[in-house]
């Protein structure tokens, strides 16, 4: 996080997403504002009725669902983990995963939390290997999170 002189955070995420850190820095001090990627904190964006605009990609979700909806999914991914017909096929495959990510934003000024919740399968190697794979994650990963698929046949 980069935090500003007033004590607000102005930048969220990874160092390097930022091209010029000393250059923040150098603004940030002198009273100036930092822009880009990380830098749009939902509470300070408003659409019509004052209301805080939702970040491309978050959506408002209950906490409990969601904690419910991960524990299932993460159960279900172990159970394919141990499944002895996914794990020889996952050997045949320079890259075979699946994996849940969960980014949240709770938002004080309006008591709501944010959620990116996505689900990402990776799978490289031959098509009828990847086809396998896929139906099987698709038989039994189940979500609300958002699918993000890459594959690569070989």
């Given at each position: 996080?980069?935090?500003?002189?007033?004590g607000k955070i102005v930048f969220k995420g990874h160092p390097a997403n930022r091209p010029n850190l000393e250059e923040d820095f150098d603004t940030l001090r002198s009273g100036g504002t930092i822009s880009g990627e990380?830098?749009?904190?939902?509470?300070?964006?408003?659409?019509?009725?004052?209301?805080?605009?939702?970040?491309?990609?978050?959506e408002e979700m209950d906490g409990k669902e969601l904690a419910e909806d991960i524990a299932a999914a993460s159960a279900a991914i172990e159970e394919?983990?141990?499944?002895?017909?996914?794990?020889?096929?996952?050997?045949?495959c320079p890259r075979a995963f699946c994996v849940l990510?969960?980014?949240?934003?709770?938002i004080p000024k309006t008591g709501k939390t944010l959620v990116k919740y996505e689900n990402?399968?990776?799978?490289?190697?031959?098509q009828e290997n990847i086809d396998k794979l896929k139906a099987k994650i698709e038989e039994?990963?189940?979500?609300?999170?958002?699918?993000?698929?890459r594959?690569?046949?070989m």
């Open positions: 996080m980069i935090i500003d002189k007033t990380g830098c749009a904190a939902a509470e300070a964006s408003t659409e019509e009725g004052g209301e805080a605009a939702i970040p491309e990609g978050y394919l983990c141990k499944d002895t017909e996914v794990i020889e096929i996952a050997k045949q990510v969960c980014d949240q934003q709770y990402y399968r990776v799978l490289v190697g031959s039994k990963v189940k979500g609300k999170f958002k699918v993000i698929l594959e690569q046949a």
